[in-house]
T-cell receptor, first 110, second 113 residues
Framework: EDQVTQSPEALRLQEGESSSLNCSYT??????LFWYRQDPGKGPEFLFT???AGEEKEKERLKATLTKKESFLHITAPKPEDSATYLC???????????FGKGTRLHILP | EPEVTQTPSHQVTQMGQEVILRCVPI?????FYWYRQILGQKVEFLVS????????KSEIFDDQFSVERPDGSNFTLKIRSTKLEDSAMYFC???????????FGPGTRLTVL
């Protein structure tokens, strides 16, 4: 069964304190791995798509990496406005659907 | 920047009533989706729609649910007889291709009393 597990469930950091969020996955034939940001009461906001092991993508203070078993979302020198839930999702070959993890709730303290 | 829009933002209904949730996907996208998120839980796939027909659906998407693209811009989700457990955020998404990035709308919060 295709699965996505995110850790930690919640993370509190001081402003400027860098860290990484983990997404472990098992999927039959990975088509793509996606990172989204979700603010309370809002829809998932697209951040990155990764397609193959070794791929990296960067946007402002965020960098996403992918291996054959997991993905990391690295956040460098975060600011309070980076506080949100970060969702990881995968799409298996042949499927339309994407399967989400439970997310990591990130809180950046000023 | 083009975005997916959804109406209404909040819908309150009585158990057993029919509801229609509306979405306007991004204009050049060909694949459309509905997901839901029960409070505190994961985002779950309901259905995908391509070329005017359902291309994939989950176990959640039973006979009480239906989707339609009534015109060139709207995509709707109908729940025929709502149950208490249908209370959730419902998200519409769209993508250019079947294996392209899915872009999500802001959601409709459905409350069934």
């Amino acid at each position: 069964e295709d699965q996505v597990t995110q850790s930690p469930e919640a993370l509190r950091l001081q402003e400027g304190e860098s860290s990484s969020l983990n997404c472990s996955y098992t999927v039959s034939g990975l088509r793509g791995l996606f990172w989204y940001r979700q603010d309370p009461g809002k829809g998932p906001e697209f951040l990155f798509t990764l397609y193959s092991a070794g791929e990296e993508k960067e946007k402002e203070r965020l960098k996403a990496t992918l291996t054959k078993k997991e993905s990391f979302l690295h956040i460098t020198a975060p600011k309070p406005e980076d506080s949100a839930t970060y969702l990881c999702a995968v799409q298996a070959g042949g499927d339309d659907k994407i399967i989400f993890g439970k997310g990591t709730r990130l809180h950046i303290l000023p | 920047e083009p975005e997916v829009t959804q109406t209404p933002s909040h819908q309150v209904t009585q158990m057993g009533q029919e509801v229609i949730l509306r979405c306007v996907p991004i204009s050049n996208h060909l694949y459309f989706y509905w997901y839901r998120q029960i409070l505190g839980q994961k985002v779950e796939f309901l259905v995908s729609f391509y070329n005017n027909e359902i291309s994939e659906k989950s176990e959640i998407f039973d006979d009480q649910f239906s989707v339609e693209r009534p015109d060139g811009s709207n995509f709707t989700l109908k729940i025929r007889s709502t149950k208490l457990e249908d209370s959730a955020m419902y998200f519409c998404a769209s993508s250019v291709g079947g294996h392209s990035t899915q872009y999500f709308g802001p959601g409709t919060r459905l409350t069934v009393l």
